[in-house]
């Protein structure tokens, strides 16, 4: 049943992710995300087959139900619709983890509020836990992920055209470092300070 739950909370965490990008892109002056379908809540919209279903399924099999993650569709933005390009794609990029971490301290002040255990307290641990790593890993300055975005808006347009093209780079580096455990040696010890900050108990599981 857990399980079950930790998927929804995962799935409605990546949908506001992807919104959020879509949003700020149409407030922007983009209207891609409203043409393509995509300014829009409805879970439907955003699945990725691999991404949103078949990965967190996967990872919840071989973790044996203590740990998800997932992605949805990428929402589709066309930066020549703002007014100043490389300025603007800095605040769609900022807008899917900026997203994270409000849901994140939506589920601490939840947390603090004492509710039963198991039931719903481990669902809000859960919330803030997926939420943080969602944030943490999606800034990362590695396209395509959120924080490359970030990155090219402070890089001349040359060296910006490059930065991009490294892409499918990414994607292997992306593959690699997940493989390798860093979302164990890097991401939990800084999430694992922020509970520590936050005065909440880290999950025990994920420190062995």
Known sequence: MMEIFL??????SIIIHEYAHGWVAYKLGDPTPKLSGRLTLNPLAHIDVFGTIMLPILLLLISRGSFAFGYAKPV???PYNFKNPKKEIMWVGL????????????FAILIKL????P???DIFIWGLLINLILMI???LPIPPLDGSRIVTSFLPHKYAYQYLKLEMIGFVLIVILVASGFLRWFIFPLIEL????????FPAFLLS
């Open 7 to 12: 998927i929804v909370v995962l799935l409605f």
């Open 76 to 78: 589709p933005i066309n």
């Open 95 to 106: 807008a899917g983890p900026l997203s994270n971490l409000i849901l994140a301290a939506i």
């Open 114 to 117: 004492n509710f039963p255990r």
């Open 119 to 121: 039931f719903p307290y």
């Open 137 to 139: 890993f999606n800034i």
């Open 194 to 201: 922020i509970f520590s900050l936050l005065k909440i108990e």
